[in-house]
DNA sequence: GCCAACGTTGGC
DNA sequence: GCCAACGTTGGC
């Protein structure tokens, strides 16, 4: 299993609006980057992953899981774009803003602190423990459902 | 609201 | 195929 980080701007589709979508998910569409769409399509069903609120809360607050492996994104014209379904697993009780991950030295490599503008990267397994201990996740409960 | 970083586009 | 111009993202 592998994990991974997906950014949106709560003004456009926020951790709320996809909590509301329930166990059934919804596709992560508009992602119009190559590194991230290609990232997508290595992503399986049950990988876990952040829901990131950029520009506004600029932190990790819920946990994601794959739910329908990569597929045509419905709402572009061109069929090279593709989208995962994700689907909110859990809520993270204390938001890890990127002030704290910029802080903690275990998390320097994150893609997330050295290239902000992908909007969908890859996370390490230690990384992902690390911020799910920092927000208040049980790391075991959020790895493996 | 500004602007740095980066990706994409298009003229040559 | 290079690279300047332009657009977008996202932190500040």
New binding site residues.
């Given amino acids: 299993m592998r994990y991974w980080l997906y ?1 949106s ?1 709560p003004a456009t589709w926020s951790w709320d609006q996809q909590k509301q979508k329930g166990a059934s998910g919804e596709e992560w569409t508009g992602v ?4 991230a769409r290609n990232f997508m399509r290595e992503m399986k069903r049950g990988d876990r992953g952040f829901f990131y609120h ?2 506004e809360g ?1 932190a990790v607050v819920g946990i994601v899981e794959v739910v329908k492996e990569a597929h045509a994104d419905s709402t572009a014209d061109d069929p090279k774009w593709e989208c995962v379904d994700i689907r909110a697993v859990m809520d993270v009780p204390e938001p890890v803003t ?2 704290r991950i ?1 802080a903690e030295p275990a998390l320097t490599d994150m893609v ?1 602190v050295n ?5 969908v990267q890859p996370v390490t397994e230690e990384e992902f423990a690390h911020v799910c201990a920092m927000g208040g996740v049980d790391p075991q409960s959020a790895m493996k459902g």
Avoid: G, V
């Fill in positions: 950014k701007e119009r980057n190559y590194q950029s520009n600029k990127l002030d910029k997330l290239n902000s503008r992908l909007s």
